[in-house]
Nanobody, 121 residues
Framework: QVQVVESGGGLVQAGGSLRLSCAAS????????IGWYRQAPGKQRVLVAT???????NYADSVKGRFTISRDNAKNTVYLQMNSLKAEDTAVYYC???????????????WGQGTQVTVSS
């Protein structure tokens, strides 16, 4: 089973950038899809971006054109590059690993502990 650990969160001003990392363990990583969810205070967890084992990507409308998900299989790591950050991007960001994008979309998989992103306006 692939285990994941997030890093890279922090405090940034509106308009700034952050890059989150999702480091995975396990030889099955390159066969797995990876997703990023976020959960703002008092709100439900929502799917932000996914990347399939083949590198196909999908994004929530709210982050299209600003966020980019990518993977480096040699480093067992997936990145979420976040540009033009807005106050409404403030949330805990979670990485999830699963065998397919459909499974990630259902909320099933191996979850990380989350990393806090705070955007000040």
């Amino acid at each position: 089973q692939v285990q994941v650990v997030e890093s890279g969160g922090g405090l940034v001003q509106a308009g700034g950038s952050l890059r989150l990392s999702c480091a995975a363990s396990g030889i099955a990583f390159r066969f797995n899809a990876i997703g990023w969810y976020r959960q703002a205070p008092g709100k439900q967890r929502v799917l932000v971006a996914t990347i399939s084992s083949g590198g196909n990507t999908n994004y929530a409308d709210s982050v299209k054109g600003r966020f980019t998900i990518s993977r480096d299989n040699a480093k067992n790591t997936v990145y979420l590059q976040m540009n033009s950050l807005k106050a409404e991007d403030t949330a805990v960001y979670y990485c999830i690993s699963a065998r397919s994008v459909a499974t990630i979309q259902s909320g099933s998989g191996s979850w990380g502990q989350g990393t806090q992103v705070t955007v000040s306006s």
